[in-house]
């Protein structure tokens, strides 16, 4: 299990970009075990395996990191170079997860050079989830995403990651003998270290207002009921739960669009 605990942000920094109605933009989902992008129309590109092929089959992201720059460069080439004009530049927003760190945005910057963005922004990807189920974001909010991989528990407020702890353990390690209620009981575990060392008022704020429950394993049968009982709190899943942060993202993207100096949470 990982921990991450930062003080309070300022606030993101915000980088400006011509403006320019018909400027490409993609909001990419690079995830462990599936790749979304969708466009600046709110319209899905494509949702697929997270996979490249050259010498065999690839799998670039595992457990939450990027481990194949090179690798994922080329599924990004295979999906998306086709669809740009030879002369675009598009401007791409990347959700990031909470505990990736500078390794994650750089390795997946990197990859993303394939396309010859004009302008490549990261987004975390617990606000991401956030801005696509239209939360308030001025108040404590808690974020549970679980994945194929990994699962993370992230309090933002504000809108910027305060705290964040991650298990790698998603729906890919459920089976017989790995129940889903181990996920739901890691969580808790999560949740409740968060409570102990958080000196503010904010992780119990933002239980008592309830839970976003985000990621795939939200599309699991009694998956809100029983994380609902297990942390005492309200569960509010996402519509779409697997596809949030993608479409957040996409949100994002229109935003920067329409207010090209302006903040949309993002950062360079």
Known sequence: MTTFRRPRSPGPRHRPWPRCRQCLG???????????????????????PTVAFGDGVVRPVRRGAVVDTAA?????????????PRSAHPLLILTTPALGGVAFRAEARAAAEVLRPHTVLTVPAARAVAVAA?????????VVDIGAQVTDVVLLDDGAVTDARRTTLGTDDTDRRTPAARLTEAVGTMT?????????SRTREALRRGVLLAGGGALGPGTGPRLAERLGAPVRTVPGPHTAAVRGAAVLLRSAHDHPCTGVGVSG
């Open 26 to 48: 993609i909001a990419l989902d690079l995830g462990s075990d599936r790749t979304r992008a969708w466009g600046c129309d709110g319209k899905p590109l494509f949702d697929v």
């Open 72 to 84: 994922a460069a080329t599924l990004l080439d295979r999906l998306l170079a086709h669809r740009l």
């Open 134 to 142: 239209d939360a308030d974001l001025t108040r404590p909010l808690l």
């Open 192 to 200: 409740t270290a968060m409570l102990d060392q958080d000196r503010t």
